[in-house]
Nanobody
Framework: QVQLVESGGGLVQPGGSLRLSCAVSGSVSRYYSMNWYRQAPGKLRELVARIFSSGNTYYIDSVKGRFTISRDNAKNTVSLQMTSLKPEDSAVYYC??????????WGRGTLVNVSS
């Protein structure tokens, strides 16, 4: 059984930093990408960052230069380093793995609240 467990969320002041981590257990087979999504109240869930199996990365424009996605294959984790946080970054952040069989795996999410 595949499980994704996020950690690292919390309350941070504008301009601050947080590091989210996602531990992946179980076999996801070969993955196509590991991703971070977020969903703010009243808004649709949106892709924030993606790291492909090749190591290439993708970011939405609003987080470019501030967020960095990385993975540790040995530990089977994917992380999201977030800096220069803004109130509009506040959301529940979800870890996602999309494998080569077109199967999605999701974590339960971790809350990030950027507020003074």
């Amino acid at each position: 059984q595949v499980q994704l467990v996020e950690s690292g969320g919390g309350l941070v002041q504008p301009g601050g930093s947080l590091r989210l981590s996602c531990a992946v257990s179980g076999s996801v087979s070969r993955y196509y990408s590991m991703n971070w999504y977020r969903q703010a109240p009243g808004k649709l869930r949106e892709l924030v960052a993606r790291i492909f199996s090749s190591g290439n990365t993708y970011y939405i424009d609003s987080v470019k230069g501030r967020f960095t996605i990385s993975r540790d294959n040995a530990k089977n984790t994917v992380s999201l380093q977030m800096t220069s946080l803004k109130p509009e970054d506040s959301a529940v952040y979800y870890c996602n793995v999309f494998n080569t069989n077109a199967v999605d795996y999701w974590g339960r999410g971790t809350l990030v609240n950027v507020s003074s």
